[in-house]
T-cell receptor, first 113, second 114 residues
């Protein structure tokens, strides 16, 4: 059973461009979580999704950030008009229904130049 | 909101010795989960050990053990017989009883001295 997959592993964008980060959960996992890690900090929760539904987006910035988890395909974290402050590592985690443990992917490192 | 505090930004230990990393947390919940994650330079988050709050017995995984003091809201990690491969950032994390989101501490950077 492959682990949580994230791609790309590294992404470089210029200010004002869009960034799309993808996360494929483990097989059988229908819950996806996104976290952001700024330099020298711990991970901060952004959003929790189930298939086709956003359950908790209390950690998402109000503007420019959006997330989806369609019925088919990976979960996408989308950042529009990126700024230098968006440079961070973005981690995805997944869990099966009715289980509390989350399994982390390797992260995507976003650099905004 | 829950908060997790790691008061030791950096720690070092001699190879083969024992080191303890501190973690305290704040919550009003009675049921929750606590974790220690290791993050090497590759940045992959690796689960080291976990503890369910309803269990009084301290969790142990080989050379890793915790001292869970629920009343004091303390959850320290002890690494015995430290190895060079243990060098990494260590994050303490709290998971709500609904399992929706982790709260992470700011991390402790562990150096293992040969």
């Amino acid at each position: 059973n492959a682990g949580v997959m994230q791609n790309p592993r590294h992404l470089v964008r210029r200010r004002g461009q869009e960034a799309r980060l993808r996360c494929s959960p483990m097989k059988g996992h229908s819950h996806v979580y996104w976290y952001r890690q700024l330099p020298e900090e711990g991970l901060k929760f952004m959003v929790y999704l189930q298939k086709e539904n956003i359950i908790d987006e209390s950690g998402m910035p109000k503007e420019r950030f959006s997330a989806e988890f369609p019925k088919e395909g990976p979960s996408i974290l989308r950042i529009q008009q990126v700024v230098r402050g968006d440079s961070a590592a973005y981690f995805c985690a997944s869990s099966p229904p009715n289980e509390y443990e989350q399994y982390f992917g390797p992260g995507t490192r976003l650099t905004v130049t | 909101a829950q908060t997790v505090t790691q008061s030791q930004p950096e720690m070092s230990v001699q190879e083969a010795e024992t080191v303890t990393l501190s973690c305290t947390y704040d919550t009003s919940e009675s049921d929750y989960y606590l974790f220690w994650y290791k993050q090497p330079p590759s940045r992959q988050m690796i689960l080291v050990i976990r503890q369910e709050a309803y269990k009084q017995q301290n969790a142990t995984e080989n050379r890793f053990s915790v001292n869970f003091q629920k009343a004091a809201k303390s959850f320290s990690l002890k690494i015995s017989d430290s190895q060079l491969g243990d060098a990494a950032m260590y994050f303490c994390a709290y998971l709500t009883n609904t399992g929706n989101q982790f709260y992470f501490g700011t991390g402790t950077s562990l150096t293992v001295i040969p």
